[in-house]
């Protein structure tokens, strides 16, 4: 693969900055010494710093020529709140703190592409170098763009980027279509007539309903969605009545689940099937229900042109180590939020085999630096193709 060297010489710079944000890991919303580091390094480098949308977000402009094409490039920069059990040099310094994800390898990465851009300056338009907080599950996207980030950074198209173990450090999959499946809650509560367990007949049991209704639940994936498209439903909490009182039938029952979909029109489906069946048993056994969907995190779709392009620059940087067919995560991505507003394509970047079998989110998970160098030419390519000069 054709690395620029001046990418190289930074290489070993890049690796040292890594492994000290590994050392510090920060929560989601929290990342005040990351985004103090980022914002200082853009300006290091000449690039215009914008601080606060989303609290701890930052944005790097970087304007080259009389280009009038803007695009966005994002990198997350949070923490998981779990140990690091792997031992490593340059292990977290922080109980309880830890990147499992490997958002210190984006963060270096996109620092690593705004350090060369700012230098070689061999592309005609603007960049936004966008570092979001809080990707794991806290809102942090959703965040920035409440506060405006496309209002007052308006984009042409956004690219986000993943690290992912499996694919070799000199791979990376650009596919076009579903990338991230959505990631939605949702509530249900029975509402009956407690009574005693000996004369179920004098009150209205909530427990038998919840009983039908976690039975029918799984035909809404067998029976209603469209067999070709993927769709998950799991309930995945139960709270009713007492281990210690089984002479009781309790007033009410509450279930909750997850919901997972490719699709606005299967989400759709999802939240109302739940409800349907919901109301359904709830009047069958002559009790009442709520119902709460709480939409979280919408599915990432590539859009067809945003992925062509970012193709065209996988292409020239990796040469024939780009996979276009690599099959979607049942995780979520809040980059979502971002794709939702201007046309986006989120890619995987290879990170070489799993180390002893961890994978994201798992205690002993560290991003590979070997992907520095292909990761920092992804982003560099990228700008130089997109926003040829
Ligand atoms: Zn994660
Ligand atoms: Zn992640």
């Not at 914002?39 to 009389?66: F, H, M, N, S």
């Not at 427990?207 to 998950?232: E, K, S």
């Not at 989400?267 to 409800?275: G, P, T």
Request: glycine share 10%.
């Amino acid at each position: 693969m054709n690395i620029a060297p001046d990418i190289t010489d930074d290489i070993a710079f890049l690796t040292a900055l890594r492994r000290d944000l590994h050392q510090h890991p920060e929560l989601g919303f929290e990342e005040v010494r990351t985004s103090e580091i980022v914002a200082t390094l853009l300006t290091e480098a000449g690039i215009a710093v914008d601080r606060g949308l989303g609290g701890t977000g930052v944005v790097g402009t970087l304007r080259v020529g009389d280009g009038t094409r803007v695009i966005g490039l994002r990198a997350d920069m949070d923490a998981l709140a779990m140990p690091e059990l792997a031992e490593r040099p340059y292990k977290s310094l922080v109980e309880g703190k830890m990147h499992a994800c490997g958002h210190d390898g984006h963060t270096t990465l996109l620092i690593g592409a705004a350090r060369h851009l700012a230098k070689s300056r061999n592309f005609s338009g603007t960049v936004h170098f966008i570092f979001q907080p809080a990707e794991e599950g806290r809102g942090g996207a959703k965040r920035m763009v409440t506060d405006g980030l496309f209002e007052k950074f308006p984009c042409d198209a956004v690219y986000g980027l993943h690290n992912m173990p499996g694919l070799a450090i000199d791979e990376i999959a650009v596919v076009e279509g579903a990338q991230l499946a959505s990631s939605d809650s949702w509530y249900v509560t029975f509402r009956g007539t407690g009574t005693h367990g000996a004369k179920p007949h004098l009150g209205r049991d909530p427990i038998t309903a919840m009983g039908t209704f976690l039975a029918a639940l799984q035909t809404i994936v067998g029976r209603v969605v469209d067999p070709l498209q993927p769709a998950v439903v799991s309930a995945c909490s139960v709270q009713a009545g007492n281990p210690k009182a089984l002479n009781v039938i309790p007033d009410t029952v509450e279930i909750g689940g997850t919901a997972r979909a490719y699709s606005a029109k299967v989400r759709d489906q999802l939240e109302a099937e739940i409800e349907r069946l919901a109301m359904g048993t709830a009047q069958m056994f002559g009790i009442a229900a709520d119902y709460r969907f709480e939409r979280r995190i919408p599915p990432v779709i590539n859009d067809a042109n945003a992925t062509a392009r970012a193709l065209t620059a996988a292409h020239k940087a990796f040469g024939d180590k780009v996979l276009t067919a690599f099959p979607p995560s049942t995780a979520g991505d809040d980059f979502a939020f971002f794709a939702a507003e201007v046309p986006g394509c989120y890619v995987w970047l290879g990170n070489g085999p799993a180390v002893d079998g961890a994978l994201h989110h798992n205690t002993a998970y560290d991003f590979n630096d070997g992907a520095i160098g292909p990761g920092v030419s992804f982003w560099t390519t990228l700008v130089e193709t997109e926003l040829k000069a």
